[in-house]
């Protein structure tokens, strides 16, 4: 009887020591063979600096469990017939860890050369669709400034890998639209 209850232990400790929490200032959950499970939380920092849960994702159930607030506005859906039409929903287009998660692929906007030489500057507006799987597709630009800054962010954000959580109108998920903005500025030299 000794025996068993020590392997047992023993079993215990070495599934507990499989999982690992992680925990840093944007995210906080379990690690299991360098993969997210269970429930994780997704942070931001609100204007007086405090630090508030934005989302949390069970990623075992791939599942959204919990979001901030949003505003409550029409957003761009597509219906049964394939036509779009502006409806408010339960939660609009989400990507898993947030927009500080999302921040992290604006980090690797490249300033393109021809902007740089004309002082281009500004903001350039990249329109997709996401599907009822998370997928996204059909990215365009819906406002542009040129000299190569519409295609780096075109290139951008469709390097962003498929962690979108589609929109929902009741327990349903829907098409729709998410548009991102991509910020070209010249650095003071």
Not at 11 to 25: D, G, T, V
Not at 113 to 123: E, H, I, L, W
Not at 140 to 163: F, K, M
Not at 167 to 174: D, F, L, N, Q, W
């Amino acid at each position: 009887m000794k025996q068993l209850l020590l392997s047992c232990l023993l079993l215990a400790s070495a599934a507990a020591s499989a999982q690992k929490m992680r925990k840093s200032e944007l995210e906080s959950g379990l690690l299991e063979k360098g993969q997210k499970v269970g429930v994780w939380e997704y942070y931001a920092y609100t204007r007086d600096g405090s630090q508030v849960v934005t989302q949390k994702y069970d990623h075992t159930a791939k599942k959204l469990v919990f979001n901030r607030p949003f505003d409550d506005v029409p957003y761009p859906v597509q219906t049964a017939a394939g036509e779009w039409t502006r409806q408010r929903v339960t939660h609009p287009v989400f990507f898993i860890g947030g927009d500080a998660a999302l921040a992290t692929y604006m980090t690797k906007l490249n300033y393109p050369v021809a902007a740089q030489s004309k002082n281009v500057q500004g903001r350039v507006l990249v329109s997709f669709v996401v599907d009822t799987l998370g997928q996204a597709s059909n990215h365009q630009v819906l406002l542009g400034i040129g000299s190569g800054c519409d295609e780096e962010a075109l290139r951008v954000a469709r390097s962003i890998p498929a962690q979108w959580i589609p929109a929902r109108i009741g327990s349903h998920a829907v098409v729709s639209k998410y548009e991102m903005p991509f910020t070209f500025r010249m650095r003071p030299q």
